[in-house]
């Protein structure tokens, strides 16, 4: 039998000591350590507050203060004694007060009062959750600005649009790229959400029930820079529905990532050969000298399955558990760090490729000049013409007939061939059908035209120019 630790957090009602499996099994300090600077930030912030109470006088608070400050500046220069001093902390909670008692003696043991690690996790959780959501949300802006920076350079390169993976209509490359910076848009939206769902401070709500000691909340939650307390401190405890929030928001970028890396594989087919694969971003085969493999893309591809495993897994735990805090919520931890590592590298990664994407611009405006493209316009002219839409439909779904069994291209059928079939159709037709025009009649407002793709790109360079200027006004 071994004998009890002292320094335990918790050893004073046990007489043996925990199995040594079970022991490794329950520590969380391998992972937990990241939440360390935020831990002392609150540490920091509960120290400060103790004094107004009677527990700490002003010269213990300094001393607390200088005795964090100290553990923290240590664990960023020495990382071997983080590894030794840390091998036996239970979690970052005990490592931060098995240091600060060394520091200080029984002073350290003082800093827990009133207090409990169920919201000391919550509170450091939240606080990374904001930390990491901005992270990631600098970076979707270098992604959306090289979305920018290729939308200008191929402004008005065409393309064929395509639903259904068959050719539609004609559309501009520059309205492609912008669609995948609409939705990178709306994954920082989702961030914003995360963060405001994780900015409430939990301190003050204690195991459990809250605080006997009339700690002041406000203070300690304007000090770690949170907006609002939390309201209830049962659920404080429990609610882990910030990082649901923040896994969702990776979850989005992970799927508008995979998005954009299937059409950028299918873009790099031979078949298509829409874009050429920048180096820096390909592989080559061990075997197959000729290859040039979209890796990058693959990967990013790949990786969206375990982001969403992060999100169903975190579910999958909170679902059923009974109110208050809970020993699985330790639980929520891991996979949200990796998910949000595996996400900044993938946005990282798919701005860089974006960037140095080359776009095969005679390759892409030939299969934007595909006739079959401009059937709709047909159509379209039938219907200035008075033709109601729907006939005006089939009418041209003859003449596309005619021109299959003649095994020509339909733009060629000549005017009297086109009259026999609608007499609709004039000698202004011909004049009227082309790419360009196609294109320029799509001048809503979001539509492909290339007036109406300037308005987009500027439009989108005002969103992230106040977005920065809105961070400049903060910091
Ligand atoms: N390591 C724990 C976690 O991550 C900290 C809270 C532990 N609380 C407890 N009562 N055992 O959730």
Same mark, same amino acid.
């Given at each position: ?36 600077? +935020?831990?002392?930030? !609150?540490?920091?912030?509960? &120290? ?61 043991? @003082? ?38 920076? %290729? ?12 639903? $259904?993976?068959?050719?539609? %209509? ?9 669609? $995948? ?24 709500? =204690? ?10 909340? /406000? ?12 309201? /209830? ?18 979850? =989005? ?20 050969? +829409?874009?050429? *694969? ?61 998910? $949000?590592?595996? !996400? ?48 005006? $439909?089939?009418?041209? =779904? ?7 069994? %003649? /095994? ?6 000549? *005017? ?10 004039? &000698? ?13 009649? @799509? ?9 109406? !793709? ?10 992230? /120019? ?10």
């Amino acid at each position: 039998m071994t004998e009890r630790k002292d320094d335990r957090l918790w050893g004073g009602r046990f007489e043996r000591a925990p199995n040594e499996h079970f022991d490794a099994f329950q520590r969380s300090f391998a992972f937990d350590r990241r939440l360390l600077p +935020y831990e002392i930030a !609150v540490d920091r912030a509960w &120290a400060k507050a103790l004094e107004p109470i009677g527990i700490f006088t002003a010269t213990e608070v300094k001393q607390a203060l200088a005795a964090l400050d100290k553990i923290a500046e240590r664990a960023k220069t020495d990382p071997a004694w983080l590894e030794q001093f840390g091998a036996d902390a239970e979690d970052v909670h005990h490592f931060v007060e098995k240091a600060l008692v060394e520091e200080l003696g029984p002073l350290g043991w @003082k800093l827990h009062t009133g207090r409990s690690r169920n919201e000391l996790v919550a509170t450091d959780f939240r606080l990374f959750v904001i930390d990491a959501a901005a992270e990631i949300q600098r970076r979707l802006e270098a992604l959306l600005n090289a979305f920018l920076l %290729q939308a200008k350079a191929n402004r008005n390169v065409p393309m064929a649009g395509m639903t $259904h993976m068959q050719h539609a %209509q004609p559309i501009l490359l520059s309205h492609f790229l912008l669609a $995948h910076a609409e939705a990178f848009a709306r994954d920082i939206t989702r961030l914003h959400h995360a963060a405001e769902s994780a900015d409430a401070c939990p301190m003050g709500s =204690g195991a459990l029930a809250g605080n006997s000691f009339a700690i002041d909340r /406000n203070a300690i939650s304007r000090e770690l820079g949170f907006s609002r307390i939390t309201g /209830n401190s049962l659920d404080a405890v429990s609610d882990r529905d910030f990082a649901l929030d923040y896994l969702y928001a990776l979850t =989005g970028i992970a799927t508008h990532l995979s998005r954009l890396a299937e059409d950028f594989v299918l873009f790099a087919s031979q078949e298509f050969s +829409y874009v050429i *694969l920048p180096d820096e971003y390909s592989t080559g085969s061990s075997l197959m000298p000729q290859k040039k493999n979209p890796d990058a893309w693959e990967l990013i591809r790949g990786k969206t399955g375990r982001i969403n495993g992060a999100l169903l897994g975190l579910l999958t735990t909170l679902k059923g558990l009974p109110t208050s805090y809970q020993r699985d919520l330790q639980e929520d931890k891991e996979a949200l760090f990796a998910a $949000h590592d595996q !996400v900044a590298d993938m946005v990282a990664v798919a701005a860089g490729a974006i960037a140095s994407t080359k776009f095969n611009a005679s390759r892409l405006a030939a299969a934007a000049s595909n006739p079959a493209l401009l059937a709709t316009e047909a159509a379209d002219y039938l219907v200035h013409k008075g033709v109601p839409f729907r006939q005006a $439909h089939d009418i041209v =779904g003859k003449v596309l007939r005619e021109a299959e069994k %003649q /095994n020509i291209a339909w733009t060629t059928l000549p *005017l009297k061939t086109l009259q026999k079939i609608s007499p609709a159709f004039e &000698a202004d037709f011909a004049g009227s059908l082309s790419l360009d025009a196609a294109l320029a009649s @799509k001048k809503v407002r979001g539509g492909t035209a290339p007036e109406s !793709v300037r308005a987009a790109i500027t439009d989108l360079e005002e969103r992230l /120019n106040k977005k920065a200027k809105k961070k400049g006004a903060k910091s």
